[in-house]
């Protein structure tokens, strides 16, 4: 299985950015799918998470009311719509995997996840 994450960028306080995370793999549509970031001397971070049927979603506080996650199955992607980007966003942001099929809650623990995108760096500029 592999995922691989676009749509990184540099981007004044204020715009926006879609990243988007495009996975390989028959099953991709039974996966539970999430959004972390890491920004620079810190720990990996939890942003969005979406359950394998995209019914449910889960944010982060820091971001809740500015990104939102979403999938298209039939291209096997997820994408995570950030506006309002702050400078505190600025991170490396990494989409995962969980493998187990049709789970039935959204996914937000790190350890959780079995497959990993290389990461998009995402700069937001004051």
């Known amino acids: 299985v592999q995922l691989q994450a676009s749509g990184g960028g540099l981007v004044q306080a204020g715009g926006s950015l879609r990243l988007s995370c495009v996975g390989s793999g028959r099953t991709f549509g039974w996966w539970a799918m999430g959004w972390f970031r890491q920004a620079q001397g810190k720990e990996r971070e939890f942003v969005a998470a979406i359950k394998w049927n995209g019914d449910t979603t889960k944010y982060a506080d820091s971001v809740k009311g500015r990104f939102t996650i979403s999938r298209d199955d039939a291209k096997n992607t997820v994408y995570l719509q950030m506006s309002g980007l702050k400078p505190e966003d600025t991170a490396v942001y990494y989409c995962?995997?969980?493998?187990?099929?049709?789970?039935?809650?959204?996914?937000?623990?790190?350890?959780?996840?079995?497959?990993w995108g290389q990461g998009t760096l995402v700069t937001v500029s004051s």
């Open positions: 995962a995997a969980d493998r187990a099929r049709r789970r039935s809650t959204v996914v937000t623990g790190r350890h959780e996840y079995n497959y």
